[in-house]
Each structure stands twice: as structure tokens, then as C-alpha cells.
């Protein structure tokens, strides 16, 4: 009769410790390949060429991930704001009755978006209603393309900020299609900076080009 001999609970232990340490090594490794392409494309806009470019938007650093609050769409429907994640997003904030830097900011979002060509599928123009005051009639048609929805206020406020000295209704900003919220544009936005903010926009879509395809607006 052969006699084996028992293992030792300290050998058992340390071989565990090994396969649990090389589990999680490939875990990692898996994580690393799958966010390479994004690592790479940020490395790419905001570190290896800085010098070649002069932001016009401000980047926003740490990004901002979008909230997990509640939005209201014109008709009614709830809607999750992370299900607005898979796009890059072009967003205002206003009040309903959206006075004539609102709607001057809606338009400007309506051409930015629809002078990116093919890339303007990747892009959706977001127009946050801050209050309880109804979106007048005569707008709705000019906002068939927008996503329009109705967050509270105090919620927005605790996720995007404005420049010093100004409202959140001042500004237009940039989301990724991550979610985070990555550049604010300057105050008073007229045509020649909506011409800037395009530069900036293109050049992130083309960074982004190898991992973000066209999302929800893709026909």
C-alpha cells in the first residue's frame, strides 16, 4: 500500500494566494486592453500634443460623471440621464421660457452639430430645462432634433458649474460618451466662438475616432 503524504495547510495556502494574485493580474490585463483605445485617445488631445493646439472650451478637470437624477422629457416619459451615455453631448441649460440667449444657444447647438458633416451622428444637442415653466409652442418644431429634458435645477447645479461670476444659462457644454463632463465653453457664445467650439469638438471626435462610433442618432 502506497502512503501518500498529507499536504501541508501553509503550502495549500501559499498556492491559493499565488492563483488568486495571477486571477486578478489577468483581470486587470483585460481591463487595460479594454480601455486602451479611450486611455489612448485622451493621452493623444489633453498630453502628447498640447503644444499644437490652444483650447478654446475649458477642460474640466476631474471630469464629471453625469448624475443618477431623474429627467422628464416634453411628453411626459421619464428618463434616466446615464441612458444619455453613448454620445458625445453638446448640452445648454435654460429655464422654459427660454429668453433670447436661450434660444440664441439652441440654435448655435442646431448648427455646431449639423456643420460636423458625418461626425454630427456621435453628437447630440442637449437642452436642460431647469424649471417648471412649459416650452412655449413656437419652439418645439426647431427642437425635433434636440434631446429636450426636464432636470431639476439643484441636481444640475451639483453636476455641471459655470465660469466665475456667471449662471450654469451662460455657458454650453461638452459631455463624453462616457458620461463625464469634460470642457465648458466660454460665456456669451456668438457665431466666431461657436466656430471655435468646433474646432475643439472635432478635434476630440477625431481622437475619440478609434473607439466611439455613431450612437443613437446613427440612422
Known amino acids: 500500500m502506497t502512503v501518500h503524504s498529507l499536504p501541508v495547510p501553509q503550502e495549500a495556502l501559499a498556492r491559493d494566494a499565488q492563483r488568486t494574485a495571477r486571477g486578478r493580474w489577468r483581470m486587470l490585463l483585460v481591463l487595460l486592453v479594454c480601455a486602451a483605445p479611450v486611455i489612448a485617445s485622451y493621452l493623444t488631445y489633453y498630453v502628447i500634443r498640447p503644444e499644437a493646439r490652444r483650447n ?56 455646431l452639430r449639423e456643420s460636423l458633416g458625418a461626425d454630427k451622428e456621435r453628437v447630440d444637442w442637449v437642452w436642460f430645462v431647469s424649471d417648471g415653466a412649459p416650452v412655449r409652442e413656437a419652439l418645439r418644431p426647431a427642437l425635433a432634433q434636440a434631446t429636450v429634458l426636464r432636470v431639476d435645477g439643484a441636481a444640475l447645479a451639483q453636476w455641471l458649474a459655470p465660469a466665475s461670476g456667471h449662471a450654469l444659462s451662460d455657458h454650453l457644454y461638452l459631455v463624453d460618451p462616457m458620461g463625464n463632463w469634460m470642457m465648458r465653453f466660454p460665456a456669451g457664445l456668438d457665431i466666431a466662438g461657436a466656430a471655435k467650439a468646433k474646432r475643439d469638438v472635432e478635434r476630440l471626435l477625431r481622437a475619440s475616432a478609434s473607439w466611439d462610433q455613431p450612437g443613437r442618432n446613427a440612422p
Open 56 to 111: 478654446y472650451g475649458v477642460l474640466i478637470e476631474p471630469q464629471r460623471p453625469l448624475p443618477a437624477a431623474a429627467a422628464t422629457a416634453l411628453d411626459g416619459k421619464a428618463v434616466p440621464l446615464p441612458s444619455l451615455k453613448g454620445q458625445w453631448l453638446l448640452v445648454s441649460v435654460a429655464g422654459g421660457a427660454c429668453d433670447a440667449d436661450c434660444e440664441r444657444h439652441l440654435w448655435l447647438q442646431r448648427q
